[in-house]
């Protein structure tokens, strides 16, 4: 927002705003913070219901879920899995993603990817938000590539 304040008072043009953009995306990477953005989303969208539905629905209300916490988590995460995996593999791209413009290729192809790079991009990714440590790695990274990015050759780059 303080980009266009500069443009507005004359401190920059509108042309060299757009010749920066331009610059900042040529490698067609999204950013870490679209990134962040578009996995909030599903998490909400995705995530949140499924939670709720597991609790008061098929487990019967907070304590039955509190007495059978590995079931309970299991049955989330197995559905989840089976959604983000259907998402992925059929355009590359969940509601977040879609959201911000941007979308799950493989590394080397740029094309769709397959069940087992999904399979481990799903894996590390829960190992990366269980031991929190992992998800600080991609801001030490010269390429901003994540920890699921790395294992499973995956990127998420800008829709064109």
Do not use: C, H
Not at 85 to 90: C, D, F, G, N, Q
Not at 125 to 152: C, G, M, R, V
């Amino acid at each position: 927002m303080a980009k266009w304040r500069d443009v507005k008072q004359k401190r920059i043009t509108n042309s060299d705003l757009k010749l920066e953009e331009i610059s900042s995306n040529l490698n067609g990477f999204a950013t870490l913070g679209k990134r962040l953005r578009a996995f909030l989303v599903d998490l909400f969208l995705i995530t949140t219901p499924i939670f709720y539905i597991v609790i008061y629905f098929i487990m019967g209300g907070g304590e039955n879920f509190a007495q059978n916490r590995v079931l309970g988590w299991s049955i989330i995460l197995i559905v989840v899995f089976l959604i983000l995996i259907s998402l992925w593999l059929k355009n590359g791209q969940t509601p977040g993603l879609k959201a911000y413009g941007i979308k799950l290729v493989d590394s080397s192809t740029k094309e769709k990817i397959n069940f087992f790079q999904a399979l481990i991009r799903y894996l590390a990714t829960l190992f990366s938000i269980i031991l929190i440590i992992p998800l600080f790695y991609a801001f030490f990274n010269k390429d901003k590539k994540t920890i699921q990015d790395i294992l499973s050759r995956t990127i998420i780059i800008n829709e064109e």
